[in-house]
């Protein structure tokens, strides 16, 4: 009965395996057949390179290079600014805290990861917009860097959560090694349990990245949703967001060119994943 049981859960296993690949293969398809035409049409340098984007204008502009900067500097800047808060916050609450601030912080860590985004979105709004207006002086304060500082809250829940497991799951005999042959504590953590963990720290950080680029409707309501070249104080406007604003009125062309950008997003996001990928392997780091 166990082995029949065994043989029965494996290929329960197998086909959500394969369900999972399939469901990537189609939507991978289904957005180069969607993508692709317009990308033909308007000139592939036109689309990637182009610094205009005015989808309705009676000479209509695709260039969509402010939307693919504005990607990658909010992707860095909340990568930046979250992983090393992340990433110290988890090592205190799995080496350092008591039990009780552990909990009492990591029930904290639990809500802030089950907030909506528009609830990130209505606060950045409300109270980040107008404080940076306020402390820099600027017109407007729905900018790149507002939008940099809701990515990088956002994306502290999946840093943390995944670097404790991971701190957690060192097996303790490493870090009495450490400690019988004179380390300090803190000493132990950082150079004896944050190595041997590093591979889970480094799928956290790949979580990170996930979030934050494929983030749409909190960076549209602090980001100033305008098709700018990005600057750290100006309104600027996201890959996602370019799709997210548009798609619900779009025909023609203008509809073509936003499956084109939700492929340019997604090849954006295999490259990182790939590039992460390859960084482990060359530090001998599996995920």
């Known amino acids: 009965m166990s082995k029949a049981i065994d043989k029965v859960m494996q290929a329960v ?7 999972t690949i399939a469901c990537v293969f189609v939507i991978t398809i289904y957005l180069i057949i969607s993508g692709l035409p317009a990308i033909k049409e308007i000139g592939i340098a036109d689309f990637l390179l182009g610094k205009q984007w005015a989808s309705t204008a009676k000479e209509p502009l695709y260039g ?3 939307f693919i900067l504005t990607s990658i500097f909010g992707t860095f ?7 090393p808060v992340g990433f110290f916050t988890a090592v205190y609450l799995s080496k350092f805290a008591p039990e009780k601030v ?12 089950s907030i909506p985004s528009v609830v990130y979105g209505l606060v950045g709004m409300m109270v980040l917009v107008p404080a940076v207006r306020k402390t820099f002086h600027i017109s407007d304060g729905a900018t790149l860097f ?4 809701v990515l990088a809250i956002m994306i502290l829940p999946s840093i943390i959560n ?3 497991t991971a701190l957690d799951a060192v097996p303790k005999s490493y870090e009495a090694g450490a400690l019988a042959l004179g380390a300090t504590e803190c000493e132990t953590y950082f150079r004896v349990s944050v190595p041997a963990a590093k591979s889970g720290i480094m799928a956290s950080i790949v979580l990170g990245v996930g979030r934050a680029i494929g983030e749409a409707m909190a960076v549209m309501m602090v980001s100033g949703n305008v098709a700018n070249m990005p600057t750290l104080f100006g309104s600027v406007r996201f890959l996602t967001t370019a799709v997210a604003s548009e798609m619900s009125y779009a025909l023609g062309l203008q509809k ?4 084109s950008i939700a492929l340019v997003l997604f090849v954006f996001i295999m490259l990182i994943n790939w590039g992460l990928r390859k960084v482990m392997r060359g530090s001998d780091v599996k995920v």
């Open 102 to 113: 552990k909990k009492s912080i990591g029930f904290v860590v639990s809500l802030l990861a």
């Open 64 to 66: 969509i290079l402010p």
């Open 146 to 149: 507002s939008a940099i500082i």
């Open 13 to 19: 296993f197998f086909i959500c395996g394969l369900i």
């Open 256 to 259: 073509q060119a936003l499956f």
């Open 162 to 164: 995944v670097s404790i």
């Open 77 to 83: 800047g909340a990568i930046l600014l979250g992983v």
